[in-house]
């Protein structure tokens, strides 16, 4: 199904946020709780946040990225309820989020609020406006590294996500879905050598205040010509 166009969403009053390269990059966060899911989001902003990330590199130029934009309530339920579950299964794991550093005084409290906003999108998938799907197109995966594949499709899904956080939409990063690939495939219609990278629920977001994170010291995680 290909997006058609709708105009006027600029009448709106909606404009490109006043943010320098490094406070985009910094200040793109995972947003759960706080979208907006009351508000629609018009299809053509959509389409101009992916028209940028159509600009991002691919192995040998190939493009072989496809992009499902989901605004049908029913898909939007079915998908969520697969999603649901699979929110379900991942924090009853060991590796959830909220289950990490649980001896670190500093980090165990992120980490909980972390698996509080996983859950809560679990169960309000649903009802997020837009849900964008990033594909590649691949006969078949590798079965050894992967990077190269992948490679040619996660940088654009990240340029989508940087652009949206630039136009006043909030998204996260999501790949629960694919404990259910295939029922969320069957659902979607997908060919089956389309293969799915990336959920990113797209909203606005309520409330404003993004920041850089806390993160690990570079000088933890940085090595120089060797380990």
């Known amino acids: ?15 490109m946020l006043e943010l320098s390269p490094d406070e985009l990059l910094t200040t793109t966060r995972s947003v759960r709780r706080r979208l907006d899911l009351t508000r629609p989001v018009p299809l053509e902003l959509v389409r101009e946040c992916l028209q940028v990330a159509l600009q991002a590199p ?5 493009q072989s990225w ?20 699979a929110v379900a299964g991942y924090l009853a794991s060991p590796g959830a989020a909220g289950r990490l550093f649980a001896e670190d005084p500093q980090r165990s409290p992120v980490q909980r609020r972390v698996g509080d906003s996983v859950a809560y999108l679990g169960e309000h998938l649903s009802e997020v406006p837009v849900l964008v799907i990033a594909c590649l197109r691949a006969a078949r995966l590798p079965a050894g590294n992967q990077a ?20 006043g939409l909030g998204t996260a990063w999501t790949t ?14 997908l060919p089956p050598d389309v293969r799915q990278g990336a959920l990113i629920p797209t909203a606005y977001y309520t409330g ?14 940085l090595h120089v010509n060797g380990w």
């Open 66 to 85: 496809h992009w499902l934009v989901v605004t049908d309530p029913g898909l939007r339920r079915g998908i969520g309820e697969l999603y649901r579950r």
């Open 176 to 189: 629960l879905h694919l404990s259910f690939e295939t029922e969320v495939a069957a659902l979607l219609g």
């Open 1 to 15: 199904m290909r997006i058609g166009r709708v105009v006027g969403w600029q009448d709106a009053g909606m404009a």
């Open 148 to 167: 190269g594949l992948w490679g040619s499709l996660l940088p654009a899904a990240w340029s989508y996500m940087l652009a949206a956080r630039a136009r």
């Open 58 to 62: 691919s192995g040998s130029n190939r």
């Open 208 to 221: 404003d205040g993004f920041r850089p994170a806390p993160r690990q010291p570079l000088d933890d995680v």
